[in-house]
């Protein structure tokens, strides 16, 4: 399985000049608009959902990293949060632990099945946290790209001083 690929700005091998024009025509053909995220889609969860997906995408746009085709991963996250937080609020009026019998009538006590529920929308909002670029880890590769630019910008105006 090969690994994932990385911007040109973030390659640190050897490119010639061809490889290096190819892969930045490349990058601009995939940038895409942001017209369809817009407005949060009618199938998100519920109210909290998109208010979640306001408040992030105001955010997403400033940065200039979110466009049409992350619609999907952003909804996937808002829906997660929405559900994250509605489990914590469930969780918070009940036991940790919860009381449960067997077939012989003796009782045992078991992790809250909350927690698990809870552990899953946790994990399901860092994987679309990170495809969506809300990580601090996927900000900072989008922040290095940046100054990369700018640097060669600078550079391919001025020269090398």
Do not use: H
């Amino acid at each position: 399985m090969s690994r994932n690929r990385k911007p040109l700005d973030q390659q640190t091998g050897n490119l010639t000049k061809e490889d290096k024009d190819r892969k930045a025509l490349g990058e601009q053909m995939i940038t895409t608009g942001s017209e369809d995220i817009q407005k949060p889609p009618s199938w998100l969860i519920d109210a909290v959902a998109k208010a979640e997906y306001r408040r992030v995408l105001k955010d997403l746009m400033g940065a200039s990293i979110i466009g049409n085709l992350d619609l999907s991963n952003l909804a996937g996250y808002c829906n997660a949060y929405a559900m994250y937080r509605k489990t914590t609020k469930e969780l918070g009026k009940a036991d940790l632990l919860v009381t449960r019998f067997t077939a012989s009538g003796e009782s045992y006590e078991v992790e809250n099945p909350l927690i698990l529920v809870q552990k899953k929308y946790a994990e399901e909002m860092r994987k679309f946290a990170s495809l969506c670029g809300l990580t601090l880890d996927s900000r900072l590769k989008v922040a290095a790209l940046k100054v990369n630019r700018q640097e060669d910008e600078i550079e391919g105006e001025f020269g090398d001083i």
